[in-house]
């Protein structure tokens, strides 16, 4: 079963543009991760956020926790063309006995140089 | 670094078929999972496992089965392919927590098997 919805499904920018995805999920949960996966191959982890963390920075990626309104947004700051890809949030949500990764759809990004 | 490897990138198998896909990993993780996914419909999770020799269902375990004989090495069985289990097969590993079978730790992923049943 789904757990996570991303928001927008495809979002296409210009280079140094910032580019916003929302996640919202439907139960509680341990943590929020994000992942990117290029085109035909597999995921790369980006940053995990707690459920007692509110935001959470690395490098040009910021990412927000509203666990009230059980949603969450990855900001990419001045994006690149590199950073074309698929965005991934995966929530570990509470009380499922193992701990396992519930995916969202995704949202495609292109950036555009 | 971790290494996740997959066996193939791109694999064609006729219906009724018994097919296998291989997954290591290099850092020793206790857990290991496969998912496949297809547009529309992300990622969901077949099995996993959390030690050797243990395996737990996932979201969608029919027309599957896995092995898990040592600990970096996963695979996933397709007993008798069909035309519905086209698909990309992602396989993931993470560290587990000392003393449990948690996953609160981010998962590592191989490159996909794109599987084409005919």
């Known amino acids: 079963s789904q757990q996570g919805e991303e928001d927008p499904q495809a979002l296409s920018i210009q280079e140094g543009e910032n580019a916003t995805m929302n996640c919202s999920y439907k139960?509680?949960?341990?943590?929020l991760q994000w992942y990117r996966q290029n085109s035909g191959r597999g995921l790369v982890h980006l940053i995990l956020?707690?459920?007692?963390?509110r935001e959470k920075h690395s490098g040009r990626l910021r990412v927000t926790l509203d666990t009230s309104k059980k949603s969450s947004s990855l900001l990419i700051t001045a994006s690149r063309a590199a950073d074309t890809a698929s965005y991934f949030c995966?929530?570990?949500?509470?009380?499922?006995?193992?701990?396992?990764?519930?995916f969202g759809t995704g949202t495609r990004l292109l950036v555009s140089p | 670094d971790v290494k996740v490897t997959q066996s193939s990138r791109y694999l064609v198998k006729r219906t009724g078929e018994k097919v296998f896909l291989e997954c290591v990993q290099d850092?020793?993780?206790?857990?290991m999972f496969w998912y496949r996914q297809d547009p529309g419909l992300g990622l969901r999770l077949i099995y996993f496992?959390?030690?050797?020799?243990?395996?737990e269902k996932g979201d969608i375990p029919e027309g599957y089965s896995v092995s898990r004989e040592k600990k970096e090495r996963f695979s996933l069985i397709l007993e008798s392919a069909s035309t519905n289990q086209t698909s990309m097969y992602l396989c993931?590993?993470?560290?587990?927590?000392?003393?449990?079978?948690?996953?609160?730790?981010?998962?590592?992923f191989g490159p996909g098997t794109r599987l084409t049943v005919l």
């Open positions: 850092m020793d993780h206790e857990n």
């Open positions: 993931a590993s993470s560290a587990g927590l000392a003393g449990g079978f948690s996953s609160y730790n981010e998962q590592f």
């Open positions: 956020i707690r459920s007692n963390e």
């Open positions: 496992s959390y030690d050797v020799k243990m395996k």
């Open positions: 139960t509680s949960i341990n943590n």
């Open positions: 995966a929530t570990v949500p509470m009380n499922t006995g193992f701990q396992k990764l519930v």
